[in-house]
């Protein structure tokens, strides 16, 4: 504004305003001259030094003169440290209009941003699922845990066609780094020394082989990695390839190198280790990342249906062992009823769920139900229809037998073929009852009892046996006071006259005459005859219908007790008696 | 961000590389000296408020400076020419490598570094000599990489020099 022409005749008319010669007419000539001008000076003047004046005019041209200067970046960067700090007070003081403002381009671009990682989270779950079912996944595994990589990363790298890992913006001379880009999840090395080294190797190998300066591309190839080199007039671009790019991303690599010369052009020229200015390079260089994997892209539908089947499989495989174990289970139960005497397994089945097993079985046979337990079937799992039948092999037969028989302790049961034999003793009336129903048994063909005695015909032989009665010295008259073993007699005489032996022999009773030792045998011999006959007598008086008797006069032969002396000949004074079956069995 | 290549050149043992090892973050092994004839190293300095990237191009050195690739000196901002002061003979190959890398590149900040100072008693170079090339307005440091002495002190002033220059 002080360079301003307007400006200049200002000091020159106060000067000569101050001047002791000036007369009247030329003050008049002057005013005439010059006197609007100066008013208008003043005028001018005034509206300079006052403020609101000299805002309202500057803004009826500040559009325009914006409107003319937008072409230029001194303007922008004249107000931008102002803009930069008006936005920050805005925001301190009240950030919701910018925020307000703001939202319509942020949302999107969120959003954006989200889809984004989300689309690249479920394209590598995709891939990894894909190949989380396979043998091939199997061998994967195997190899990640030798080598102590990650699925993942194993996935990545055996279904990976290429990758544009790094990207290296390098100036061409000094082998400097103006932009290093790395893609996700690849680990970031030192661009600076990278890209130092590379410059390096590539001069060592150009120098070494004697190539051209200008030969356009080049690439270092190691296993699984290859270095893509674009070179331009100035810079560099690096691409580190994992796998194998296409002959076409080279195109990719030369555009983008074409577009950073082109836009870049005077920054690459006169670089000299500063990259200010050239970071927006890095958004036309980051174009070049790309990625392709083997077996993912329009197979997409293929995961699901694999995952689907390997379900299905899945699903089986655990049906076939549930299966193949409830057989098992159920092959082991059959085997150990069919072990079972007495159970004859007839048909098996399956009705409802539940295994039907229908048969035969005997009564005395265990429950087959009770057979379950340790099999691995619950009780719920097996149905048993079972019809009763009775075996016949030996072991039933005779559990049959004893059950039916009843035999008291002192009888032993044999089974010989189907011969049922008992021997021992036993009552009477056990004897005929075994012998009426033995035979009924089924499985009893015959019954054998020779061998057992009865217990009541032992008895009354004993019994018989113990009976004597005594008799006065030298006399057939007994010795008073024997009525109640005379009582006894007619009572075992009474049983043996209503009976045979066991063996259906008539049963004859020796009447037994006996003297003291004293005596000559001729006198005492027909003494013990007349005793045995007067015996017999008594007991002829009696009518037995069957007892037949049998007397015989044994004189001192056959003392009861030997010695001498009052007392002992009194005890041999006597008559005995023994019980014999005569005649053939029935 | 402000990069700046910097070749460190110098005649066969003078200890570039052991100058460097403690100083700067090293990514590659040695071995590619032997192979490719250089090793790519890194240093960071700060320049007032400014970080300076200083990747350093320690190239394999050889008696016989016609071997050396001048390509790997294409676009260095400055050199450190390293000298050992306990062989004379290392010193001319200094001059002459700078003469040749100034004939490729043109001039650019440089300092000479005269190296295995604290090998005092076998020390050969000629004083009046390294006068007559400060003289010259030559920069000439002492350092000892054994000691680490000056060494952070001599990449900073290099990278001082290249980023006002």
Not at chain 1, 119 to 140: D, G, I, Q, Y
Not at chain 1, 340 to 346: D, W
Not at chain 1, 411 to 440: E, F, N, Y
């Amino acid at each position: 504004m002080t360079d301003s022409p307007a400006e200049q005749p200002l000091p020159e008319a106060s000067s000569e305003g101050n001047s002791p010669t000036a007369d009247d007419g030329l003050e008049e000539l002057r005013q005439l001259v010059v006197g609007p001008v100066r008013e208008q000076i003043q005028a001018l003047s005034e509206s300079l030094e006052d403020p609101g004046r000299q805002a309202r005019s500057v803004s009826r041209v500040l559009p325009e003169a914006i409107a003319l200067r937008s072409r230029d970046a001194a303007l922008s960067e004249a107000i931008a440290p102002s803009v930069e700090k008006s936005i920050g007070t805005l925001v301190r003081r009240n950030p919701k209009p910018i925020a307000d403002a703001l939202f319509p381009v942020m949302g999107p671009a969120i959003r954006k941003a989200i889809a984004h990682a989300l689309a690249s989270m479920v394209e590598s779950l995709n891939r990894t699922l894909e190949h989380s079912l396979s043998f091939k996944a199997l061998r994967w595994r195997i190899e990640g845990w030798r080598t102590g990589k990650s699925f993942s990363e194993v996935v990545l790298v055996h279904t990976l066609l290429y990758r544009v890992e790094q990207l290296f913006l390098i100036h061409r001379d000094s082998g400097l780094v103006i932009h290093h880009l790395t893609a996700p999840s690849v680990a970031a090395l030192d661009a600076d020394m990278v890209s130092g080294m590379l410059t390096a190797i590539r001069d060592f190998a150009r120098d070494s082989f004697r190539v051209g300066e200008d030969e356009s591309y080049e690439a270092l190839k190691l296993t699984g990695l290859d270095v893509w080199i674009e070179q331009g007039p100035h810079a560099i671009l690096a691409a580190v390839v994992r796998g194998h790019a296409p002959a076409e991303f080279r195109h990719v690599l030369e555009s983008a190198v074409e577009s950073v010369h082109l836009q870049f052009a005077e920054g690459l020229e006169k670089f000299d280790g500063d990259t200010r200015g050239l970071e927006p390079a890095g958004a036309i260089i980051e174009g070049c990342f790309e990625a392709r994997y083997a077996e993912s892209t329009g197979r997409s539908s293929l995961p699901g249906a694999r995952l689907f089947f390997a379900a299905i499989a899945a699903g089986l495989l655990i049906a076939g062992f549930f299966w193949i174990r409830d057989r098992v289970r159920w092959n082991r139960y059959l085997e150990r009823i069919r072990a079972e005497p007495g159970i004859v397994v007839v048909s098996t089945g399956k009705e409802g769920g539940q295994h039907v097993v229908t048969g035969l079985r005997d009564p005395l046979a265990s429950d087959p139900a009770s057979l379950i337990q340790g099999t691995g079937l619950a009780a719920d799992d097996v149905r048993g229809r079972w019809e009763l039948y009775q075996a016949l092999n030996p072991t039933f037969v005779r559990r049959r037998a004893e059950k039916l028989l009843r035999p008291p302790a002192s009888v032993k049961l044999g089974l010989d073929g189907r011969t049922l034999s008992v021997a021992g003793v036993a009552p009477d009336v056990w004897i005929a009852d075994s012998r009426k129903v033995a035979i009924l048994l089924p499985g009893v063909e015959a019954y054998q009892d020779r061998d057992l005695e009865s217990a009541d015909w032992l008895d009354l032989k004993a019994g018989v046996d113990s009976l004597s009665v005594r008799f006065v010295k030298g006399s057939t008259h007994p010795v008073p006071g024997q009525q109640a073993t005379l009582e006894k007699i007619f009572e075992y005489a009474r049983r043996l006259d209503e009976r045979t032996d066991p063996r259906g022999r008539q049963v004859l009773l020796h009447i037994f005459g006996h003297t003291d030792s004293e005596g000559s045998p001729d006198r005492n011999l027909p003494l013990s005859r007349a005793r045995a006959e007067w015996m017999r007598d008594l007991l002829a008086a009696r009518n037995y219908r069957h007892l037949q008797t049998a007397t015989e006069g044994l004189g001192s032969s056959s003392p009861l007790t030997s010695g001498t002396g009052e007392e002992i000949n009194q005890l041999n004074r006597r008559v005995s008696f023994r019980v014999e079956a005569v005649g053939t069995p029935r | 961000m402000i990069q700046k290549k910097v070749c460190m050149l110098g005649g066969f043992a003078v200890g570039k590389t052991s100058l460097v090892a403690r100083f700067v973050h090293s990514m590659f092994s040695d071995k590619y000296l032997t192979t490719v004839g250089v090793k790519i190293d890194k240093k960071i300095v700060k320049v007032g408020e400014t970080d300076v990237t200083l990747v350093l191009w320690d190239i394999y050195g050889q008696d016989d400076f016609q071997k050396v690739r001048m390509s790997y000196l294409k676009g260095s901002s400055g050199y450190l020419l390293v000298v050992d002061g306990t062989r004379k003979a290392t010193l001319d190959m200094a001059r002459d490598l700078l003469a040749a890398a100034e004939q490729e590149m043109g001039k650019v900040p440089f300092i000479l570094v005269l190296n295995k100072s604290d090998l005092t008693e076998s020390w050969e170079l000629d004083e009046a000599e390294l006068g007559r090339l400060e003289a010259e307005g030559w920069r000439l440091v002492r350092t000892s990489a054994k000691t680490g002495a000056a060494v952070e002190e001599t990449f900073l002033e290099l990278a001082r020099r290249m980023v006002s220059s």
